[in-house]
């Protein structure tokens, strides 16, 4: 946790005032018709790329705010990604 | 021994003297020494017996990269004590030997055993019988080790810990790192300089040789040192290691304090923009037969003990190097009265001309292409036999110092700890980087790089292009710089020889772990073929020098020695940190950081015995009996005050206050009535219980509620993390530090109350589970609660934490005539375990729900909420097999009370006890557990196994709860 991470609101400090919010997954899905299956999927299952992926981080001893992020998970450092491809990972494939 | 007259170059002050004591002798010197100069002034040459063999070591390199010369200082163990100041009254006792000083050990004898302790010998052979192992490594660790930690031994000092950000962090402060620095800071950028030594200076520091013109070097190292130290924007920290090296330049360090510095060490924390290392080289060791006995030093050490501390070596020298500086020091030494048998050098060729002219001068023996092959000599050095590196020629000359150093060898550990690829360069020697990472920036001798100048340019050049990543346009100055630098000779050529030809039983390729060339080629013999491995099957390079001896040797022996010519030598990875470090440095000034409440004080002065429970310091209990009879008993038949203002305490409000609360309660928030009170729990995604609390409506989209004390500090960021993706408009606040909260409960409660409020407290107008705002004394806002936690007619206090005290003594002094008195902790927790009432975390763990512990009545579906949990909460409501939580009596009254015991059925573990105590006010034991659903009915009996019952276990029955008044009458009287 030696990185520096991006604060939207009190800019680069270090990673470890933040807090892990685990992979943007998109918002929680509609409970209705929602299988134990789906919804284990959303809570517990992750993509873990080598490479860049798209985060929630809180900026926990600081001012408290949750915001995503890109970080390349080869090199642990954050990478400013373009806003065109920001947004949630892509659903799991199913195989 | 007398010091030399007087030199420029000495860091001591002989007119002050310093005396410590060694063994049982005192010893005098000098202010500035260390405490190995203060011994080795003083003739000690044996400053430790080593980890293995016990033979005999002394001085070697004056750095800190071996465990040569690590003792035991004022009862602390391994301290290296070639690089730690002498202060007064020091005392000092050699390690790893049965006697006080390292010059007689009776252990010795292990050197003569060690053709029956070949590399990894005890791994092989003591693992059969498996019984062995045990008793073989207490006697081993007897035997070998290094400090011996007395377990009653309290760290004294200082520890202090600075953070500081800097747009440049220059590693290492001799000429490459302060040009470097210096040319950072002329363009406005602030610049951290860190150095090893307890001075400015690196390899010019000491040395006469001429720089540009006339000046000697070492005052070239003055002048910039000076502008070093009078740049405003440059903080210099000397005496500072450096450990660590991370991600997006993350420096870490620790710098040992000097008499004046308020700190004994302090760890230093740096984030920076861009990084210049220059952290030069140290000496490669010479590999030849006992090349480790005491009077066998490398050139910087015998140069740096006449230069700086006034110290000649030895009387007759021989030299056997591989490089110019080793030559340098030879000249100099030579001048400086010291005798110099003769300079064997292992290069054939490639010398400074001037050197070797000023050895013919000076009528010293010179002997390029030869090395050193054997030392002579035990406690002593008394000669050695020097070679050609390749034939078998051999001369024996008598001497009581031999400076033996294969060359240089650059100090590449913190590239190597970002990931940089080091490459093997055949010109230089050297494993150099590869394309370094952005924002990274070598320079000087580690580069190779040996003119003086050359040094220096390279150091601006590092600086320009550190200034260029923050941000300064450089361009035409790196160009003007790197065109100057073309002129220079650029990297010299290295010398490659590594061992000298022999078969290596004691040549030791690493003194910490008693390493010899013989155990790297058994390790090779046995199928390790890489370093990596190697050094873990000989441990060469894991002792306390980190692998600053063999770090280089043993890739490069390794790939000679395999003799296959696509081998390329690669090196062992390096880790932090990268000098050993006090656990004390670590741990810093502030160990324990935890919250008081406002009663913090009062409460302790009436008797309170304070505990650290999470982040707070509570009241456990107000006597020595450790059951709290007396509290309990008090609220029970008259009326108790708690300090409770670790509860968590929020205000929500704003549009979308109620869809938060709807998102992580359970329960229908929508239901919420004016004036009352609703209990709710919060659960996590998988249904388990996490928290449970009340929430009151104060207004319109205004509420306030509590969480338990554990769940305070995450609330916040549990809400939001919850609905993040809502983008809902509602505000949180953290009140839990801003307002207090007492506990009023038992019989005489309301008689209390009555007394300090002309609010009407009856029963009609502020009945159970009421929530009301009124004034105490006329001046103290209080949020009232009528609860029931402990089971008696109660009333929660929120008061702001600054009316605290105040309410606590009015209450106290209105409950005089009603017996009221304090109560803490166990007795609350004894209370409302009569009423089964839960605590979370307590009664419930990581895999208990909501419907486990049996407030499934508290969850309504309200899929549109989206409530955490409720999914989870769905499938598992009947899910089979779940631990449910019961309460317990025992079979028999007169049983003992479990504690924290196993449920036993059918010889199987089927739950356990979460709480139990004896209660007085029902006469008899009873307690909660989490038990399997099929064993959860009223009146089942079963075994509770406890660690300490020697085999007669605790019969127990599933009984009804509240054991105590099951109706709740004495809540709602
Ligand atoms: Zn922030």
């Not at chain 1, 270090?14 to 018709?33: L, M, Q």
């Not at chain 2, 000098?30 to 003739?43: P, W």
């Not at chain 2, 100048?453 to 923050?470: F, T």
Request: glycine share 10%; aromatic share 8%.
């Amino acid at each position: 946790m030696s990185f520096i991470i991006t604060c939207p609101i009190c800019g680069p400090r270090n990673a470890y005032e933040f807090g892990f919010g685990g992979e943007d997954k998109g918002p929680r899905p509609d409970e209705e018709a929602l299988s134990p299956g789906d919804w284990c999927d959303y809570v517990h299952m992750n993509q873990c790329v080598a490479g860049v992926a798209r985060e929630w981080w809180i900026h926990r001893s600081g001012c408290g705010v949750w915001f995503t992020t890109s970080r390349d998970t080869t090199r642990n450092l954050e990478v400013q990604v373009e806003t065109m491809e920001k947004g949630p990972n892509p659903p799991l494939e199913k195989e | 021994m007398n010091r030399i007259n007087p030199l420029e170059t000495f860091r001591i002050r002989p007119s002050q003297k310093v005396s410590i004591r060694y063994g049982r002798k005192s010893y005098q010197g000098v202010a500035g020494d260390t405490i190995a100069t203060l011994l080795y002034a003083n003739g000690v040459r044996i400053f430790s017996r080593s980890l293995k063999y016990h033979r005999p070591r002394g001085l070697y390199s004056l750095d800190g990269e071996c465990s040569n010369t690590m003792m035991q200082v004022n009862d602390m163990p391994n301290v290296r004590v070639e690089n730690t100041p002498a202060r007064d009254g020091m005392e000092v006792v050699a390690q790893n030997v049965a006697g006080k000083t390292a010059d007689i050990d009776p252990m010795a004898f292990m050197d003569n055993l060690s053709f029956a302790m070949p590399a990894g010998f005890y791994y092989r052979t003591l693992h059969k019988p498996a019984k062995i192992w045990p008793l073989a490594i207490k006697n081993i660790r007897k035997a070998a080790g290094l400090g011996v930690m007395n377990p009653d031994f309290r760290m004294p000092g200082h520890f202090d810990e600075i953070y500081p950000t800097t747009d440049v962090c220059v590693i290492g402060g001799g000429p490459a790192g302060m040009t470097a620095a210096l040319s950072a800071a002329e363009h406005g950028l602030r610049v951290i300089l860190l150095e090893n030594r307890p001075w400015l200076g690196g390899v010019f520091d000491y040395r006469p040789t001429a720089y540009e013109g006339d000046i000697p070097l070492y005052r070239r190292a003055w002048e910039l040192a000076e502008k070093v130290e009078t740049t405003p924007n440059i903080r210099s920290f000397t005496h500072t290691a450096v450990v660590g090296n991370y991600n997006d330049h993350l420096v870490t360090a620790f710098q040992r304090g000097d008499k004046t510095d308020p700190f004994d060490e302090r760890y230093i924390e740096i984030r920076a923009r861009s990084l210049v290392i220059a952290t030069g080289c140290i000496e490669r060791p010479l590999l030849f037969e006992n090349n480790d006995r005491p009077g066998i030093m490398q050139v910087g050490c015998a140069h740096r003990l006449a230069r700086t501390w006034g110290l000649l070596p030895g009387k007759r020298a021989v030299f056997s190097i591989g490089d110019d500086l080793g030559l340098e020091a030879a000249v100099d030494l030579a001048d400086l009265g010291l005798e110099i048998a003769c300079v064997a050098d292992t290069r054939q060729d490639g010398q400074d001309e001037s050197l070797t002219d000023a050895l013919a001068q000076r009528d010293i023996p010179f002997y390029r292409g030869w090395m050193a092959t054997e030392a002579h000599g035990g406690k002593r050095l008394k000669g050695v036999i020097l070679g050609p590196v390749t034939g078998i020629r051999r001369q024996t000359f008598d001497c009581n110092l031999l400076v033996a150093s294969a060359g240089q060898t650059p100090l590449t550990s913190l590239l190597s700890m970002r990931q940089v690829k080091l490459r093997y360069d055949h010109h230089t020697g050297f494993f150099l980087p590869d394309n370094p990472p952005d924002g990274i920036h070598p320079a000087g001798r580690m580069l190779g790089l040996q003119d003086s100048v050359e040094i220096e340019i390279s150091g601006r050049l590092a600086g320009m292009a550190a200034a260029a990543d923050c941000g300064i346009n450089m361009d035409k100055e790196i160009e003007t710089i790197k065109t100057r630098m073309d002129a220079f000779p650029g990297p010299v050529r290295g010398a490659k020889v590594v061992s000298a030809a022999v078969k290596g039983k004691k040549t030791f390729i690493c003194f910490d772990e008693d390493t010899t060339l013989k155990n790297v080629d058994q390790a090779m013999a046995y199928g390790f073929d890489v370093p990596e491995l190697i050094k873990r099957f000989t441990s060469a390079g894991t002792g306390p020098g980190q692998g600053g001896i063999p770090g280089h040797n043993l890739p490069l022996y390794v790939a000679q020695t395999q003799q296959s010519p696509d081998t390329e030598p690669r090196p062992t990875t390096v880790r932090a940190p990268l000098v050993p470090t006090l656990l004390a440095t670590y741990a810093g000034s502030q160990h324990d950081m935890s919250k008081r409440t406002a009663l913090h004080d009062s409460q302790e002065a009436t008797g309170g015995k304070m505990e650290r429970i999470g982040v707070w310091n509570r009241i456990r209990r107000f006597s020595e009996d450790v059951n709290a009879r007396a509290e309990i008993n008090n609220v029970r038949s008259n009326v108790g005050m708690l300090d409770a203002s670790t509860l968590g305490k929020f205000r929500i409000h704003g549009p979308d206050a109620l869809k938060a609360l709807q998102r992580v309660y359970v329960s229908n928030m929508e239901k919420m009535i004016d004036g009352k009170i609703k209990y709710s729990a919060m659960c996590n995604e998988d249904g388990c219980i996490i928290d449970d609390g009340v929430v009151v409506k104060r207004g319109d989209n205004d509420y306030y509620f509590t969480t338990s004390t554990g769940r305070a500090g995450q609330t916040v960021e549990w809400i939001r993390f919850h609905t993040r993706y809502d983008g809902w408009n509602f505000n949180l606040v953290n009140l839990t530090d801003a307002y207090g909260v007492i506990n009023l409960a038992g019989p005489n409660a309301r008689k209390v109350l009555e007394k300090i409020t002309a609010a009407d407290v009856s029963n009609g107008a502020f009945p159970y589970i009421g929530y009301r705002e009124f004034m105490i004394a006329d001046s103290i806002p209080a949020r009232a609660m009528r609860l029931g936690f402990v089971g008696e007619l109660s009333y929660e206090f929120h008061v702001p934490a600054s009316y605290m005290q105040a309410l606590w003594d009015i209450l106290e002094e209105a409950g005089q005539e009603f017996g009221v008195q304090n109560f803490g902790l166990e007795a609350q927790s004894t209370l409302r375990l009569e009423k089964g009432h839960l605590i979370i975390g307590s009664e419930s763990e990581q895999r208990t729900t909501l419907h486990d512990v049996g407030l499934g009545f508290l969850w309504n579906r309200k899929p549109s909420a989206k409530t955490v949990g409720a999914v989870a909460l769905e499938d598992t409501e009947k899910q089979k097999g779940r631990l449910k939580l019961v309460g317990i009596k025992m079979a028999d009254a007169a049983l003992p009370t479990p504690r924290d015991g196993s449920i036993i059925v059918d010889t199987k573990i089927r739950g356990y006890v979460c709480t139990a105590r004896f209660s007085d006010t029902l006469n008899e034991p009873v307690g909660m557990v989490l038990v399997e659903d099929e064993l959860s009915k009223i009146d089942t009996q079963f075994n509770i196994y406890e660690d300490d019952c020697n085999g007669r276990l605790i019969t127990a029955k599933v009984a009804d709860m509240p054991f105590y008044d099951p109706d709740g009458k004495r809540m709602k009287m």
